[in-house]
């Protein structure tokens, strides 16, 4: 099986920084595209930033410029290093991977999702 681990959430002002990490573990063949989502309270899921297996990125609007998405192939791992944080960016942020693993002799593919890691930035 596949898991994502992520870490790096806590409390911040607004203004300061965070850098969340997101590995992924198991019976994995390859990973496409990788990626950060995140949810307020009472709002939909909402897609912050992707990077695929090549390196070529894609942001949300309201993050470009102060997030950056990055990813260590070798340690199937993902960052997003997150600055100028804002209050109304209080959320739960997941980790999202596009991934093919080998269960028993079988090849499968899709996503995967991490557990959440709450980001609260105070105002």
């Known amino acids: 099986q596949v898991q994502l681990a992520e870490s790096g959430g806590g409390l911040v002002q607004a203004g300061g920084s965070l850098r969340l990490s997101c590995a992924a573990s198991g019976s994995i063949v390859s990973i496409n595209s990788m990626g950060w989502y995140r949810q307020a309270p009472g709002k939909q899921r909402e897609l912050v930033a992707v990077i695929t297996s090549g390196g070529s990125t894609n942001y949300a609007d309201s993050v470009k410029g102060r997030f950056a998405i990055s990813r260590d192939n070798a340690k199937n791992t993902v960052y997003l290093q997150m600055n100028s944080l804002k209050p109304e960016e209080t959320a739960v942020y997941y980790c999202?991977?596009?991934?093919?693993?080998?269960?028993?002799?079988?090849?499968?593919?899709?996503?995967?999702w991490g557990q959440g890691t709450q980001v609260t930035v105070s105002s």
């Open positions: 999202n991977a596009h991934i093919m693993a080998k269960v028993a002799s079988l090849f499968t593919q899709r996503d995967y």
